[in-house]
């Protein structure tokens, strides 16, 4: 089984839908993250989570929301889906000890139309 | 000017022959640099990682690093068709900040 999971791993919206996307991690690590990847733009930084109690903006966590439920799961919503969201929706964790080898689920290919 | 800038290419090679991949930053304070791999429709993986001036060896992959000049490369020798990827740079300064990717593509 993979050690980092999302869901769904493809959405199709309409403009104004709230959506979730949800992460589960089995490799024990503290550190969550949520990016997103457009073309000709790499890896842009949404939110992460240090611990269950600390959440962080990333670079462009404007219409976005996340919530760490456990150590292990950490969901990304969409409270009002707008076209320009369109992208792949990446999940990564990492170790407290070793923060930046980040090991990242599958991706989440969202499209809002 | 974008924090971590990089080529978007896409860089084609021979096989065999030696592919550079370039990257600059633009904060002095950042302390150490990742090199991801990202195939076609995959996540990004961890090939390298630097964190002093110099070269960083491994397998057929160098990193190299000058500080002074807010540059980091990769160096990929007797590049193989299976190299063919986006090769992302990330810079840490205080969370991984991502370069645009430089797609590689190895001509058999």
């Known amino acids: 089984d993979a050690d980092v999971t999302q869901t769904p791993r493809n959405r199709i919206t309409k403009t104004g839908k709230r959506i979730m996307l949800e992460c589960s991690q089995t490799?024990?690590?503290?550190?969550m993250y949520w990016y997103r990847q457009d073309p000709g733009l790499g890896l842009r930084l949404i939110y992460y989570s240090f611990d269950v109690k600390d959440i962080n903006k990333g670079e462009i966590s404007d219409g976005y929301s996340v919530s760490r439920q456990a150590q292990a799961k950490f969901s990304l919503s969409l409270e009002s889906a707008i076209p320009n969201q369109t992208a792949l929706y990446f999940c990564a964790t990492s170790d407290w000890d070793n923060s930046y080898e980040q090991y990242f689920g599958p991706g989440t290919r969202l499209t809002v139309t | 000017q974008k924090e971590v800038e990089q080529n978007s290419g896409p860089l084609s090679v021979p096989e065999g022959a030696i592919a550079s991949l370039n990257c600059t930053y633009s904060d002095r304070g950042s302390q150490s640099f990742f090199w991801y791999r990202q195939y076609s429709g995959k996540s990004p993986e961890l090939i390298m990682f630097i964190y002093s001036n110099g070269d960083k060896e491994d397998g057929r992959f160098t990193a190299q690093l000058n500080k002074a000049s807010q540059y980091v490369s990769l160096l990929i020798r007797d590049s193989q068709p299976s190299d063919s990827a986006t090769y992302l740079c990330?810079?840490?300064?205080?969370?991984?900040?991502f370069g645009q990717g430089t797609e590689l593509s190895v001509k058999p």
């Open positions: 990330a810079v840490n300064i205080g969370k991984l900040i």
């Open positions: 490799k024990g690590h503290d550190r």
